[in-house]
């Protein structure tokens, strides 16, 4: 009863956590607030031809659904129509049009309205008379963003109930029990040490080295999991995703919102990958923990690995669920090739800011030290090299993401320096750089910490 209840409050708090946070993004976004113009003259020969043949994006992939203002300035009465992504289809295949809104035999007015959701939204105005018109059509979105809003509330509510429940259910159990709950919170026999570590006193050749490595990554699962370290990753990662601006483009190019924000993850990856790592590797070094550790029958390999391993997936996972968010966000389709792209180059960014900081925490054995020097070696790299260098993460994110971006889409993304299109040979060096230094920095931490190091 005791650890449902504690596992419930864990939980409880997670969801305080993620509502919270996404409420302060929601709160942080709500500040910005996109515009779009346009402005044309059309001379029409036939009455029945369309002022804007082109399907311009009221604002491809941004912040809907909150409220649209919408300035129309003509010389002469249009009909205008708001058509969705399927509305836009529908008028280029079968030349039907299905408006989500639309207002006739109008000049100079304004207009405020609530897109339906989110996705692709097109602006098409007739001219009814067959006159010559100009157009001059201003738009902007403000306000909340209301589905991220509720949902917010509704988590963080969600999250006060089961807290708060789970908390008064194990308050009544120690009560009955006659426990004081200041004593319950994880009986360990050392600071950080699991209270069934007693267990390992037997002789080396009894242990079972694969139980042995499962439970030393169920311990370091359990450290990590517990509050506060995973809450504050998740705070982290959903401010990374919610804060960069996205980026106003058409509708072909319009995945290129994707490679925005790109600064906000790299900076995720230093800071909280890089300090994590070197808390647990050189921290515990320099605590005393790990030669604790090892005067019991503990392989030195296995608690490397379990310590990497655990660390590694708790932040890919944490981050590429959040990030996962980009495809309502977007409005993207769950199979859209540049959204996995994009997570497979963060992922092998992660392993590399790992094995950088891993490689310096086995040699400083000194926590600070290793934070300090991780983040100014890849700073440095960063603002050294040039955005579209393979040195740094900035461009090889962007090598790959452009390559995919030709092969799918046609086009490269606005923004990426490119003259022309990476060639596949630039987008696999792209991947092999990260891959092999990711890989040397590991083996050599690896060997190095399970044949030379020596733990003072």
């Known amino acids: 009863m005791r650890n449902k209840a504690r596992l419930f409050t864990n939980f409880g708090i997670i969801l305080l956590v993620i509502g919270s946070s996404f409420l302060a993004g929601t709160i942080y976004r709500s500040t910005n607030t996109p515009s779009f113009s346009i402005k044309e003259v ?64 109008t000049s100079s007015q304004t207009f405020t309205l609530q897109l ?21 059509l201003r738009g902007q979105l403000y306000g909340y963003e209301r589905d991220l809003l509720w949902f917010s509330l509704a988590t963080t509510a969600m999250g006060l109930v089961i807290t708060a429940a789970s908390r008064i259910a194990l308050l009544d159990r120690y009560k009955k029990l ?11 026999l050392h600071k950080d040490l699991p209270a069934n570590f007693k267990d390992f006193k037997v002789k080396p050749n009894e242990v079972k080295h694969t139980k042995q490595f499962h439970e030393l990554i169920a311990w370091e699962l359990e450290e990590y999991m517990a509050f506060p370290i995973l809450e504050i990753i998740i705070v982290i990662a959903v401010c990374t995703v919610l804060s960069p601006t ?44 790990t030669k604790m550790l090892l005067s019991y029958p503990v392989q030195r390999g296995h608690l490397f690995l379990s310590k990497f391993i655990v660390l590694f997936t708790v932040l890919f996972a944490v981050y590429a669920g959040v990030f996962a968010l980009q495809i309502y966000l977007l409005a993207l389709n769950p199979f859209e090739p540049l959204f996995y792209a994009s997570l497979l180059f963060v ?61 799918v889409h046609g086009v490269l993304p606005p923004g990426a320096e490119f003259s022309a299109a990476p060639t596949a040979g630039d987008a696999l060096l792209s991947l092999f750089v990260s891959i092999g230094i990711s890989v040397f920095l590991f083996v050599f931490s690896y060997v190095y910490y399970t044949r030379k190091m020596e733990i003072d």
């Open 42 to 105: 059309f001379e029409f020969p036939q009455p029945q031809q369309a002022i804007l043949e082109a399907h311009r994006s009221v604002l491809t992939y941004a912040l809907p659904p909150r409220d649209l203002s919408i300035e129309l300035k003509t010389n002469a009465t249009v009909d205008l129509y708001l058509l969705d992504d399927e509305g836009r289809k529908l008028w280029l295949s079968e030349g039907t049009l299905k408006p989500v809104w639309s207002v006739k035999n």
């Open 116 to 136: 339906p959701s989110r996705g692709n939204y097109g602006i098409k105005a007739f001219n009814p008379n067959n006159s010559t018109v100009t157009l001059d």
């Open 178 to 188: 006659d426990i004081p709950a200041r004593k319950t919170k994880r009986g360990l």
């Open 246 to 289: 996205i980026i106003e483009t058409s509708p072909a190019l319009s995945y290129s919102n994707l490679l925005s924000g790109i600064q906000t993850i790299f900076l995720f990856l230093i800071f909280v990958a890089g300090a994590l790592f070197c808390h647990s590797y050189a921290g515990s070094i320099s605590k005393g923990e």
């Open 347 to 407: 992922a092998l960014q992660l392993l590399l800011v790992c094995a950088i900081s891993t490689a310096l925490s086995v040699i400083t054995k000194n926590e600070i030290l290793s934070i300090l020097v991780s983040a100014l070696l890849l700073f440095g790299l960063e603002n050294v090299a040039a955005r579209i260098s393979l040195v740094s993460f900035t461009g090889r994110f962007t090598t790959g993401f452009a390559f995919v971006s030709q092969q």
